[in-house]
């Protein structure tokens, strides 16, 4: 697997907004198909054009930046419920499992019960996991191990006979890779943290043979103005990538990115959903 990994180094100060326009938002913040709107979070539905026939009612969940921590305990439990519920064949988390370094002690409870209820978990760094720079890959894969996750650190899982996905690391304080070469025949999946690194690795390496991109952080830029939408989002690109579903001219791939499950820095969002992603494949 190493030998077939190129190592590509993204300078976090230089943008590629001409790269980013190519991504055009197919289905905004409004246009969500919201099939569950109780609980601390809505539930959103995707439906995705299966490319082999394995693939067909396949179901994933996603979600991303739980950021957990003692006193949102209802957060990660309304989460379970939904995956017991669900009873997925693949549960993805796009990073930002918690905040700082001493909740990762809670999060034991919270990645088993999860590992119940779908045959395969994955999850990728986000910014949260890659700014504890005393904390190695290592430790985070072992963790991971231990509560029966693949934790995907520029590096690829099969999921039975109908999928793929390659967990990329994140570009903030990591170094983001991609593969040469592909499986055929399988549904492809890019899971990454940010919209942003996406756009940072379709430009040397096109993401045209995924079928789809699936990220978080930007948390729906938290607060959203009526008939205008985010005020801003922690992205190079400003309001162009904060949420929904995204698309280059001609070609099939579907970028996702989802308003995630907490809030970040600041503990409000107004007019702004918290949101775990239902995939459907048909």
Not at 214 to 242: E, M, N, V
Not at 246 to 255: C, F, L, P, V
Not at 264 to 270: E, M, Q
């Amino acid at each position: 697997m190493r030998n077939k990994i190129l190592k590509l180094y993204f300078p976090a100060l230089i943008p590629r907004y001409r790269q980013a326009k190519k991504w055009r938002c197919l289905a905004g913040y409004n246009a969500a198909s919201i099939i569950s709107d109780g609980g601390p979070f809505q539930m959103v539905r995707h439906s995705v054009k299966a490319h082999t026939p394995s693939a067909r009612n396949r179901r994933i969940l996603f979600f991303s930046d739980l950021h957990y921590a003692p006193g949102n305990e209802y957060l990660s439990d309304a989460l379970c419920s939904i995956a017991q519920e669900l009873k997925a064949d693949l549960i993805l988390c796009g990073g930002d499992l918690c905040s700082d370094a001493v909740n990762i002690k809670y999060l034991p409870p919270l990645l088993d019960r999860l590992s119940r209820y779908a045959p395969l978990c994955a999850a990728v760094p986000g910014n949260w996991e890659r700014g504890k720079e005393w904390l190695s890959q290592e430790f985070w894969k072992e963790f991971f191990q231990k509560y029966n996750w693949h934790y995907l650190c520029n590096e690829s899982l099969e999921i039975g006979d109908w999928g793929w996905v390659y967990g990329c690391d994140d570009i903030s304080k990591g170094f983001p890779a991609v593969l040469q070469e592909l499986p055929e025949d399988r549904e492809k999946l890019f899971l990454v943290h940010r919209p942003d690194t996406a756009i940072s690795v379709d430009r040397e390496f096109p993401l045209d043979d995924f079928t789809l991109v699936l990220c978080g952080h930007t948390h729906g830029g938290q607060i959203r103005i009526p008939l205008w939408g985010a005020i801003t989002a922690p992205s190079f690109y400003g309001r162009h990538l904060t949420c929904g579903v995204y698309g280059k001219d001609n070609i099939s791939t579907r970028m996702i990115v989802s308003t995630g499950v907490n809030h970040a820095s600041f503990p409000w969002r107004i007019n702004c959903r918290r949101e775990v992603l239902l995939i459907e494949f048909n």
